[in-house]
């Protein structure tokens, strides 16, 4: 499970685009705090210290305990619900926290890794992943930092769906359990070379003509 790490945070008493720009030339970033049970307001968080912690995050959801200058509140847990990046630098532009309780369910998007090397790629097969995170409810102390899943057993032609993922206690998905999340294909070559053996087949079928 992941652990919840300090971030240190300031009360702002200025909004606007024209204040959030003058934060970011200082190496601030802006941000806000929300919740269900508390009226949302604005924050300010140190961009080097941020982007420290969320280099060692493996999603851009995961949880922190806010240390809030000027907050009634000092220390708040906090889920990152979402991050803004600048489009050219991708630096980041702005944060919306999520306040949270102990208690309550939280909603985050996690990758999912792939572990092994699949039989069917050793035959010469290709490992498609095509769904490479996952939405998951649970509950903070719960939240994982990934699910991951062995898919060394599997053949060409075989995947693995969302009801195959194992979670692990107190975590749940509202996603289809229908949905592909990986499978080992053939291999371009292989397609190409069964289908021209196909038409090879056809022409040594076909009568001569008179």
Do not use: W
């Not at 009634?72 to 906090?78: I, N, P, S, V």
């Not at 790629?121 to 992943?129: P, Y």
């Not at 899943?149 to 053949?155: A, F, N, P, R, T």
């Not at 107190?170 to 294909?185: N, Q």
């Amino acid at each position: 499970m992941s652990s919840h790490q300090t971030l240190k945070a300031t009360k702002r008493e200025k909004d606007g685009s024209a204040e959030s720009r003058r934060l970011r030339r200082q190496g601030i970033v802006p941000a806000v705090v929300y919740g269900s049970q508390q009226r949302n307001y604005s924050i300010q968080v140190d961009a080097r210290e941020f982007g420290d912690i969320l280099r060692h995050q493996t999603s851009e959801n995961f949880l922190v305990n806010l240390e809030i200058e000027g907050a009634q509140e000092k220390t708040k847990l906090a889920m990152v619900q979402d991050i803004q990046h600048d489009p050219l630098s991708g630096s980041v532009t702005h944060v919306d926290f999520h306040a949270v309780r102990e208690d309550e369910t939280v909603h985050a998007h996690i990758p999912i890794e792939l572990t092994g090397s699949p039989a069917g790629v050793k035959l010469g097969g290709l490992l498609e992943h095509l769904i490479h995170s996952i939405e998951i409810h649970c509950r903070p102390a719960d939240l994982p930092e990934k699910i991951s899943h062995d898919v060394s057993g599997l053949e060409v032609g075989q995947g693995i769906h969302v009801r195959d993922l194992v979670f692990p206690d107190g975590v749940t998905s509202p996603m289809d359990g229908e949905v592909l999340v990986a499978i080992v294909a053939e291999s371009r070559a292989a397609v190409s070379a069964g289908a021209g053996g196909s038409d090879e087949s056809a022409d040594a079928g076909e009568a001569p003509s008179a």
